[in-house]
């Protein structure tokens, strides 16, 4: 949902699209430059959830896209650490409880030094702050050298981390199944939720990204698409929001759609239950 007719106004118009959750930034995603989320609008915001009987617990806070916690240059890695901060103090001051980052990319210096370098990072960001809220991690397309295209990557981050109950998952389901994580069947997906119990423990799955692929299985494109236009298809995105397993969990839908396409994707994805 976009934030630039008033972050306060978000909550009205996820109910207005049929939605009961929703997933925001907190500024330009495109930026380093820090939120001007205002105390005054911060309180209206936290006031209309309640309106709307929306629960902080289930809305998403986004980073920026610039953030690479994994990258071996310094300036980018400091910056990084920076804006996650300050990025963390808009939210809280929100009330919402989760905040979604990406691995982010090693740049060619391999698995190890991703793993080491995303700690490090992150133990950091733990450290300046008063943290209140979970970080999740969200697993990435299989493309350059992102690190966590692999569910066993964000179990070794789960592994390193010492505060590591701090730690949360977001599921992506385009970009797992550009990284070979088909789906379309529910044995797939059965084997799926097992890799995740294994490695970092099904109960920190809090949220799914919703979305359809433009690409086919293990292409690594990160193409996303409307639901059920793309390769993962009705049957896919069905065993998903249909598994009991996952019932309780919030889909948020990044799929390339206006508010009023969203809505009749909300219709469809209900019609599917």
Not at 102 to 116: I, P, Q, R, T
Not at 142 to 155: A, L, R, T, V
Not at 178 to 206: A, T
Request: neutral net charge; glycine residues 6%.
């Amino acid at each position: 949902m976009k934030i630039s007719n008033g972050i306060e106004n978000v909550p009205k118009k996820t109910i207005d699209i049929g939605a009961n959750t929703f997933q925001i930034f907190v500024k330009s995603p495109r930026t380093w430059g820090n939120p001007s989320i205002t105390q005054e609008s911060a309180e209206k915001f936290k006031k209309n959830m309640k309106k709307h009987n929306l629960s902080f617990d289930k809305v998403l806070v986004h980073s920026n896209y610039l953030i690479n916690l994994a990258s071996p240059k310094d300036d980018t890695w400091k910056n990084s650490i920076n804006s996650m901060a300050e990025e963390i103090k808009a939210v809280q001051s929100l009330g919402i409880t989760h905040y979604n980052i990406h691995c982010g990319s090693h740049l060619g210096k391999g698995e190890e030094y991703a793993v080491n370098r995303i700690t490090e990072g992150l133990e950091r960001v733990y450290d300046s702050l008063d943290l209140k809220l979970n970080i999740c991690l969200e697993n990435s397309s299989k493309k350059g050298n992102n690190y966590g295209f692999k569910i066993e990557h964000i179990g070794k981050l789960f592994e390193n981390f010492k505060n590591s109950e701090k730690l949360k998952v977001v599921y992506d389901t385009c970009h797992g199944f550009d990284g070979n994580y088909d789906i379309r069947n529910d044995n797939d997906v059965e084997k799926l939720l097992e890799l995740m119990s294994n490695s970092f423990g099904i109960e920190n799955l809090r949220f799914i990204h919703l979305n359809d692929s433009k690409s086919p299985l293990n292409m690594g494109k990160d193409r996303h698409e409307k639901i059920g236009k793309g390769y993962i298809g009705k049957d896919g995105i069905s065993n998903i929001i249909n598994h009991s397993k996952l019932k309780n969990i919030p889909f948020i839908l990044e799929t390339p759609c206006d508010d009023e396409e969203h809505k009749e994707e909300i219709k469809l994805l209900k019609s599917w239950l």
